[in-house]
């Protein structure tokens, strides 16, 4: 998992971020009232315009994807894991992300890694893989390593089955290697059955999976 | 020829559509409750879309002289959901009586979790109380195992296989559904799923008992007018006429009429249109001279 402290999240968006976008988000972290969660909406819905969407280095974290609005709202949702009850957090945690529009599902989905007690923020990661936007899939699918630490076996079979389906290279999935099974294998080989019988391409991922189960 | 349209999401569609669906021969359609691109937040918005399948929608159909059906159902995306699932069910258990309402669905499988499951059984029990027929949403991924076990699952309740028609299958999956006496539906669409020619295919191995097709159109890409395209492709491959109406009028008027709903008389003749009508204050012109049937 990342090993990112909130100390770390600023010192990200004093980089990245548009000018005064650190005093901005000094500011909203010092605001945050653990009785009052609904103020943290229009503070996630703000950090775009105030922080700016500069995508970070490759390499500044260890995943993928990310740019300075996704780290400002991870800074804003870990305060609110620190200061409130984590009932109630995760909780809100769960609203934010049906409630959020596009960009806020990314970073929601980007900073699970962040954020304490996985296991209680496991089915709110499985439910956004239902999603039809596939920059809300990749959030939670590409260089993100929640899902192949956390993941039971068959909700991380379907996503990388979706990942196949929607053309997301599997090879941004991270941790893939270790999670690859025979069942998974078995899905894919289904699929590329049905790709044959309807005489279409049949995606090359389906390859790689095989490869990386035979490599290890 | 008529033609029947028995899966179509026409709340996505536009008057255009309605009106080149009427040009091409459709005569009735039948809408489906399914999710709508994104997932919803409230129990209440189930409401008000089951309110306009069975309200707004019919209307809009019959003002282009298209007799309007649907089905009821929480569809398997949203089973997931346990915040609002428990409370849409309470609600599909209410408007599966509705006038129009001619079977349950879609139901099904999308990603085989206990979830989908639970509620896949309790809605074929629904089917059972209502006295309707069954509408099935087969899986995108994991397709032919998701059809094995959908297949399972309906045995295992006791529901009559002349009841149940399962949907979105392929080369792969048709004879498995047939062997058990269901009805085959298939989607023809422009790029996944099944299209014209694989269906003509289909068509010249299996026959047409209990194989239906549909264009499954919604907010998507995907084309409401498959089921006149699809006829036309069957036409040309030299299936005769008889197999062709089977498959795109008989067969869906017979599995739906076992609700008791869908007249067999009166779905033959005509609808009557007059655009002149209102549907609480509201017309489907916008200052277009109104068409008037004699």
Same mark, same amino acid.
């Given at each position: 998992?990342?090993?990112?402290?909130?100390?770390?999240?600023?010192?990200?968006?004093?980089?990245?971020?548009?000018?005064?976008?650190?005093?901005?988000?000094?500011?909203?972290?010092?605001? &945050?009232?653990?009785?009052?969660?609904?103020?943290?909406?229009?503070?996630?819905?703000?950090?775009?315009?105030?922080?700016?969407?500069?995508?970070?280095? +490759? *390499?500044?974290?260890?995943?993928?994807? /990310?740019?300075?609005?996704?780290?400002?709202?991870?800074?804003?949702?870990?305060?609110?894991?620190?200061?409130?009850?984590?009932?109630?957090?995760?909780?809100?945690?769960?609203? /934010?992300?049906?409630?959020?529009?596009?960009?806020?599902?990314?970073?929601?989905?980007?900073?699970?890694?962040?954020?304490?007690?996985?296991?209680?923020?496991? %089915?709110?990661?499985?439910?956004?893989?239902?999603?039809? %936007?596939?920059?809300?899939?990749?959030?939670?699918?590409? *260089?993100?390593?929640?899902?192949?630490?956390?993941?039971?076996?068959?909700?991380?079979?379907?996503?990388?089955?979706?990942?196949?389906?929607?053309?997301?290279?599997?090879?941004?999935?991270?941790?893939?290697?270790?999670?690859?099974?025979?069942?998974?294998?078995?899905?894919?080989?289904?699929?590329?059955?049905?790709?044959?019988?309807?005489?279409?391409?049949?995606?090359?991922?389906?390859?790689?999976?095989?490869?990386?189960?035979?490599?290890? | 020829?008529?033609?029947?349209?028995?899966?179509?999401?026409?709340? %996505?569609?536009?008057?255009?559509?309605?009106?080149?669906?009427?040009?091409?021969?459709?005569?009735?359609?039948?809408?489906?409750?399914?999710?709508?691109?994104?997932?919803?937040?409230?129990?209440?918005?189930?409401?008000?879309?089951?309110?306009?399948?069975?309200? /707004?929608?019919?209307?809009?159909?019959?003002?282009?002289?298209?007799?309007?059906?649907?089905?009821?159902?929480?569809?398997?995306?949203?089973?997931?959901?346990?915040?609002?699932?428990?409370?849409?069910?309470?609600?599909?258990?209410?408007?599966?009586?509705?006038?129009?309402? =001619?079977?349950?669905?879609?139901?099904?499988?999308?990603?085989?979790?206990?979830?989908?499951?639970?509620?896949?059984?309790?809605?074929?029990?629904?089917?059972?109380?209502?006295?309707?027929?069954?509408? &099935?949403?087969?899986?995108?991924?994991?397709?032919?195992?998701?059809?094995?076990?959908?297949?399972?699952?309906?045995?295992?309740?006791?529901?009559?296989?002349?009841?149940?028609?399962?949907?979105?299958?392929?080369?792969?999956?048709?004879?498995? =559904?047939?062997?058990? *006496?269901?009805?085959?539906?298939?989607?023809?669409?422009?790029? #996944?799923?099944?299209?014209?020619?694989?269906?003509?295919?289909?068509?010249?191995?299996?026959?047409?008992?209990?194989?239906?097709?549909?264009?499954?159109?919604?907010?998507?890409?995907?084309?409401?007018?498959? +089921?006149?395209?699809?006829?036309?492709?069957?036409?040309?491959?030299?299936?005769?006429?008889?197999?062709? #109406?089977?498959?795109?009028?008989?067969?869906?008027?017979?599995?739906?009429?076992?609700?008791?709903?869908?007249?067999?008389?009166?779905?033959?003749?005509? =609808?009557? +249109?007059?655009?002149?009508?209102? /549907?609480?204050?509201?017309?489907?012109?916008?200052?277009?001279?109104?068409?008037?049937?004699?």
């Amino acid at each position: 998992m990342l090993d990112v402290g909130l100390q770390r999240l600023r010192e990200l968006v004093a980089v990245h971020g548009v000018p005064g976008a650190e005093a901005w988000l000094d500011t909203a972290l010092d605001a &945050i009232d653990p009785d009052a969660l609904s103020g943290v909406r229009v503070l996630l819905a703000r950090c775009a315009r105030k922080v700016g969407d500069a995508p970070l280095p +490759v *390499g500044e974290l260890e995943a993928a994807g /990310w740019t300075a609005r996704d780290v400002a709202r991870a800074a804003v949702v870990v305060r609110v894991f620190e200061r409130a009850d984590l009932e109630v957090a995760v909780t809100a945690y769960g609203q /934010w992300l049906r409630r959020g529009e596009q960009g806020e599902q990314e970073s929601l989905l980007r900073m699970l890694p962040l954020l304490p007690d996985p296991q209680r923020l496991v %089915s709110h990661a499985v439910e956004a893989c239902r999603t039809n %936007s596939e920059v809300v899939f990749r959030a939670i699918a590409c *260089g993100n390593p929640f899902p192949a630490a956390h993941f039971p076996d068959d909700n991380f079979n379907q996503l990388v089955l979706k990942a196949v389906f929607m053309n997301v290279p599997v090879g941004e999935i991270d941790g893939l290697s270790g999670r690859v099974t025979a069942e998974l294998l078995r899905m894919a080989d289904d699929f590329a059955a049905e790709r044959t019988a309807a005489a279409r391409p049949v995606p090359t991922d389906i390859g790689l999976l095989h490869q990386l189960l035979e490599s290890r | 020829m008529k033609l029947f349209d028995p899966h179509i999401h026409m709340t %996505s569609r536009t008057t255009d559509d309605y009106q080149a669906m009427a040009d091409a021969g459709i005569a009735a359609i039948v809408e489906p409750a399914f999710w709508l691109g994104q997932p919803r937040t409230h129990t209440g918005t189930f409401e008000d879309y089951f309110l306009s399948l069975i309200g /707004w929608e019919r209307f809009r159909a019959s003002q282009f002289g298209i007799r309007h059906f649907c089905t009821m159902g929480l569809n398997p995306k949203e089973a997931n959901n346990p915040e609002i699932a428990e409370a849409v069910i309470e609600m599909v258990d209410l408007y599966l009586e509705k006038d129009g309402v =001619v079977a349950v669905g879609e139901i099904g499988f999308d990603d085989q979790t206990p979830a989908e499951e639970k509620y896949f059984i309790r809605q074929l029990e629904l089917g059972k109380e209502h006295g309707l027929p069954i509408l &099935i949403h087969t899986p995108h991924r994991d397709k032919a195992a998701g059809t094995r076990r959908t297949l399972d699952v309906v045995r295992d309740m006791g529901v009559d296989p002349s009841l149940v028609l399962v949907d979105h299958n392929n080369e792969e999956t048709i004879a498995s =559904v047939l062997d058990t *006496g269901m009805w085959a539906g298939h989607s023809i669409y422009p790029n #996944t799923k099944m299209d014209e020619h694989r269906m003509v295919s289909i068509v010249q191995n299996f026959g047409g008992e209990r194989v239906i097709i549909n264009s499954a159109a919604d907010w998507g890409v995907s084309d409401p007018l498959k +089921v006149p395209k699809t006829a036309q492709a069957m036409r040309e491959a030299g299936i005769s006429d008889d197999v062709i #109406t089977e498959i795109c009028w008989n067969n869906p008027v017979a599995f739906f009429a076992q609700s008791g709903r869908l007249d067999l008389e009166a779905v033959t003749t005509n =609808v009557r +249109v007059d655009q002149t009508q209102l /549907w609480f204050g509201n017309s489907v012109l916008r200052g277009q001279t109104p068409r008037v049937d004699d």
